[in-house]
Nanobody
Framework: QVQLVESGGGLVQQGGSLRLSCSAS??????????MGWYRQAPGKQRELVAE???????NYADSVKGRFSISRDNPKHSVYLQMNTLKPEDTAVYYC?????WGSGTQVIVSS
């Protein structure tokens, strides 16, 4: 069984930066992961795509984070990262890691004004 474990959330002031990490653990010896990504869900809102990256490194970003966030991955480590810069209060949400059909449990990001 494979689990996704996220880390790196927290409280940061507006304009600050955070880096989220997500790694697959468990039965990963023969694991192949195609698309990996980050989603977020703010209180009272639907879960939305933040950024995604293919196995070969093609990326896609939500318009709201373009130029501020950067997604990357390490295939041998089955890991994906999200570098978040120039954070805004509206970035406050629970951020979820996604890998194909698997989901992490989420990590909270709070941006204070």
């Amino acid at each position: 069984q494979v689990q996704l474990v996220e880390s790196g959330g927290g409280l940061v002031q507006q304009g600050g930066s955070l880096r989220l990490s997500c790694s697959a653990s468990g039965s990963i010896s023969s694991l192949y992961i195609g698309k990996m990504g980050w989603y977020r869900q703010a209180p009272g809102k639907q879960r939305e795509l933040v950024a995604e990256i293919s196995h070969v490194g093609s990326t896609n970003y939500a318009d709201s984070v373009k130029g501020r966030f950067s997604i990357s991955r390490d295939n041998p480590k089955h890991s994906v990262y999200l570098q978040m810069n120039t954070l805004k209060p509206e970035d406050t949400a629970v951020y979820y890691c996604n890998a194909d059909t698997m989901w992490g449990s989420g990590t909270q990001v709070i941006v204070s004004s």
